[in-house]
């Protein structure tokens, strides 16, 4: 396997990972009860998605 023959300044391996870093999460609001809660999923709190009630709140 070939050999890097000389290293990579700290520049140049900072601009190949500045990719690497964690991305946050978008979060939207829960229409009924305003809780914040992830995209395209049942609320925790009340449980509704798009509206309809789809567990009760207290097993969410």
């Known amino acids: 396997m ?3 023959k000389r290293r990579h300044s700290h520049s ?3 601009k190949r990972r500045s990719h690497d870093a964690l991305k946050v999460e978008g979060l939207s609001v829960c229409p009924k009860c305003n809780e914040p809660k992830l ?3 049942i609320c925790g709190n009340c449980g509704f998605y798009q509206g309809k009630q ?3 709140g207290s097993e969410a």
Request: a positive charge; zero cysteines; charged letters at 35%.
């Open 2 to 4: 070939a050999q890097p």
């Open 39 to 41: 995209p395209h999923r």
């Open 12 to 14: 140049r391996k900072n």
């Open 54 to 56: 789809i567990v009760k």
